[in-house]
């Protein structure tokens, strides 16, 4: 948990029994009342239809990276779909840096 953030925790929106600590940062969803479990429940379980083509953009990733220069790169859904249906290779390391490391 962040200190910024701790007063910002909205367990009654939470579904019962929910253990891991949750933060509400840039809106007021306390006075809103929203509980997204029971809006979701109440939805269809079918897919929803797309018109998105695998060349469309799908992620853009940002990093602040070592120079502190915000950077940023893209992915399209083809690109990104591969990303994540790969296994990660067994020796690939992440660089992690940062207050939030």
């Given at each position: 948990?962040f200190?910024?953030?701790?007063?910002?925790?909205?367990p009654?929106?939470l579904?019962?029994?929910f253990?891991?600590p949750?933060?509400?940062?840039?809106?007021?969803?306390?006075?809103?009342?929203?509980?997204l479990?029971?809006?979701?429940a109440?939805e269809?379980?079918?897919q929803?239809p797309?018109l998105a083509?695998?060349?469309?953009?799908a992620?853009v990733?940002?990093?602040?990276?070592?120079t502190?220069?915000?950077?940023g790169?893209w992915?399209?859904?083809?690109?990104?779909?591969v990303m994540?249906i790969?296994p990660s290779?067994?020796d690939?390391?992440?660089?992690?840096?940062g207050k939030l490391?």
């Amino acid at each position: 948990m962040f200190a910024e953030t701790e007063n910002l925790l909205v367990p009654a929106l939470l579904p019962t029994g929910f253990t891991v600590p949750v933060a509400a940062v840039g809106g007021d969803l306390a006075a809103a009342r929203v509980r997204l479990d029971e809006l979701a429940a109440a939805e269809p379980d079918a897919q929803l239809p797309s018109l998105a083509r695998p060349e469309d953009l799908a992620v853009v990733i940002s990093s602040g990276g070592t120079t502190g220069v915000p950077k940023g790169s893209w992915r399209s859904f083809a690109a990104y779909g591969v990303m994540v249906i790969n296994p990660s290779p067994a020796d690939r390391r992440q660089l992690v840096n940062g207050k939030l490391a």
